[in-house]
């Protein structure tokens, strides 16, 4: 540590009720809050955003109101505009990364948010009709209260609101296909579906992490317990402390390129404050999906599904200010660099996604550098395979990537995912987004349009007052 | 007093300071080159994009350090180079001019004014700064 010596830990002052929280960055918010004051990132801008809804909808909430049918139409603005901001405050920064130079991200993933507010409503619907309603929804969301090496997590159940719902929707409306007040309906079966996965699994009232000053502590004190009696000492500079970093980094690095250059590969749960006082964090990294083709060089490279890593991090050591692990499942810090500051760590594989929590297996420090050879293997492998697909592959590869990922855990866990493939055609491609392909180079669509709408957060349009709930679109003018 | 020559984002501070060539990379033929050629820890690696799949292998196999001329901390690329901890400056602007990386609106001739100047430039990479990352002749 070169920059805290002689500072203490304050991050504990971000949970007091008056506090605000710091500023992660210098821009501010405006969405449909026009002529209003600007909205900040962070505990802030939470508070802002929920001082300006009309319904109760972003304050805690019960099992009753979760289990109501629909939202009214104030409740689904307030989402909206809640979300558009969720977004702008975990992607803005990240959103200036350009070109990959790889693999067409801005292409892909425009598509794939208009596929998923076309494509998922009635798939959705027909898996909740399917698991007895929405008590069996929340019920999914809940079993990742004891499990590590799920995608049922922050990520994924986030993308259901705010990416099929709220870029989609956003995106569609950019292209001028729809209108503000064609499907509500669909739209309400879309932000039902998230709200019941995510209160099931926080069970607190709130449904995301930025309600709940950054915080995901999902999991059963009894689960953590076992889990953290496997954590092994690392001492800073050590070579043990080394070999669980660098584990750590090679493996989130090819939950990235198996994912597509997306964060559908990682998942953190956090902080959860440990008897000592230092920090866990649980964190899930995806490097192998069956259904992914490209995933076969991950499986002759002999990984699993998923490695979980508790990684324990001393917060004096860093003078830690904030922590965030924010909606999209990744840790932030302020200082930023928390890898000095761990302190301890314990490493685990699923092999399957429906392995039982029995047979999952604990991995020694020592013994990392067998699974860090293959995770290299593997990542050179599917490297140069990716180098060598042309673009219209890499782009429907992408867009699979997030239309079926996203929604892919919670179809699992209801035994919808085969019925989802063979009645509803879940792995086709809609014709409309087909011929989409085509509109989205025109005009710098993909590269400046959409995330000009969608990081500015001026195209979450909201849903016209007096709007019929049952309301989809009725016609094509 | 060393020259500094390029200015970005700072990914996260730290008291590394690597020293190497810098080698534009531009396409993911030349990242595949570049490790076959076993010569990758001479080199600090300057690519266009943030994101983190373009750079994958070489952050596998022991990159000392990353420039970047668009993206932030937030960025994929930013989040994988603190894990490994390779140092990164990101959207890196040349201190000798006035051209910005600017979303959606930067032309090409920004990126190519970057890779013209720093490429084959011998440098040392400053990250000590919370914010600032410094790109420093080392010649």
Redesign the interface.
């Given at each position: 540590m070169t920059t805290t010596e002689g500072k203490r830990a304050t991050f504990k002052q971000r949970y007091e009720e008056a506090d605000d929280g710091l500023r992660f960055q210098d821009l501010t918010y405006t969405g449909n809050f026009v002529g209003m004051e600007p909205v900040t990132d962070g505990i802030k801008g939470d508070k802002m955003m929920k001082s300006r809804a009309k319904s109760k909808v972003l304050e805690k909430v019960s099992k009753e109101d979760v289990l109501r049918d629909e939202f009214t139409i104030d409740e689904l603005n307030d989402l909206n505009n809640y979300l558009a901001w969720n977004i702008w405050d975990v992607l803005v920064m990240r959103a200036t990364e350009g070109v990959s130079g790889m693999i067409p991200r801005q292409e892909y993933e425009i598509l794939a948010f208009m596929h998923e507010f076309y494509r998922w409503p009635e798939i959705l619907r027909m898996t909740t009709e399917e698991v007895g309603g929405g008590q069996g929804i929340m019920d999914i969301g809940a079993t990742a209260r004891r499990e590590i090496g799920t995608k049922v997590n922050a990520v994924h159940d986030w993308c259901i609101g705010a990416v099929g719902f709220g870029m989609g929707r956003c995106g569609l409306l950019a292209l001028e296909v729809i209108k503000a007040g064609d499907y509500v309906g669909e739209s309400n079966e879309i932000l039902k579906f998230m709200q019941r996965v995510l209160w099931g699994k926080r069970q607190d009232g709130y449904i995301l992490n930025s309600q709940d000053r950054y915080r995901c502590r999902i999991h059963e004190p009894d689960f953590l317990a076992q889990i953290a009696a496997q954590v092994e000492p690392l001492e800073p500079g050590s070579p043990k402390h080394g070999a669980f970093t660098q584990f750590n980094a090679a493996a989130e690095l090819l939950s990235f390129l198996d994912h597509y250059d997306c964060r559908l590969g990682l998942g953190d749960t956090g902080p959860y404050e440990l008897p000592d006082g230092n920090l866990l964090i649980l964190r899930d990294l995806f490097v192998n999906e069956e259904v992914f083709h490209w995933s076969d060089v991950c499986d002759d490279a002999g990984l699993p599904h998923c490695y979980t890593l508790a990684i324990i991090i001393d917060p004096e050591k860093m003078a830690l200010a904030e922590i965030r692990v924010n909606d999209i499942s990744t840790t932030f810090t302020r200082p930023k660099n928390y890898i000095e500051a761990i302190v301890g760590g314990a490493v685990f594989a699923r092999q399957k996604w429906n392995t039982p929590m029995g047979e999952v297996y604990p991995i020694k420090v020592d013994d990392l550098a067998e699974h860090l050879g293959k995770v290299q293997t593997a990542t050179l492998k599917l490297y140069q395979k990716t180098a060598r697909m042309n673009r219209r592959d890499l782009i429907w590869n992408g867009q699979y990537v997030y239309y079926i990922d996203m929604i892919l855990p919670h179809l699992r866990l209801a035994g919808t995912y085969d019925k989802a493939c063979r009645d509803y055609d879940f792995w086709e491609i809609d014709q409309r987004v087909a011929n989409y392909y085509y509109d989205i180079v025109k005009r710098g669509f993909a590269q400046e349009t959409v995330p000009s709408k969608i990081f500015s957060g001026a195209g979450y349009l909201p849903f016209p007052e007096g709007a019929s709930l049952r309301s989809s679109k009725g016609r094509w003018l | 007093m060393a020259e500094v020559l390029a200015e970005g984002y700072n990914?996260?501070?730290?008291?590394k300071s690597p020293s190497g060539t810098i080698r534009y990379l531009?396409?993911?033929?030349d990242?595949?080159n570049l490790?076959q050629s076993g010569k990758l820890g001479e080199h600090i690696l300057l690519?266009?994009?943030?994101?983190?799949?373009?750079l994958?292998?070489a952050?596998?196999?022991g990159a000392i350090g990353v420039i970047?001329?668009?993206?932030?901390?937030?960025?994929?690329?930013g989040?994988?180079s603190?894990?490994?901890?390779t140092p990164c400056v990101m959207?890196a602007h040349l201190t000798t001019s006035d051209s910005r990386?600017v979303?959606?609106?930067?032309d090409d001739a920004h990126f190519e004014e970057i890779a013209q100047a720093l490429d084959g430039r011998r440098v040392r990479l400053d990250c000590?700064d919370?914010e600032v990352g410094r790109v420093i002749a080392d010649d």
């Open positions: - | 990914v996260f501070d730290t008291s531009s396409a993911p033929a990242v595949i490790i690519v266009r994009g943030g994101t983190t799949t373009f994958a292998p952050l596998s196999m970047t001329m668009s993206g932030a901390p937030e960025s994929h690329l989040i994988l603190r894990e490994f901890q959207t990386y979303v959606g609106n930067t000590t919370h």
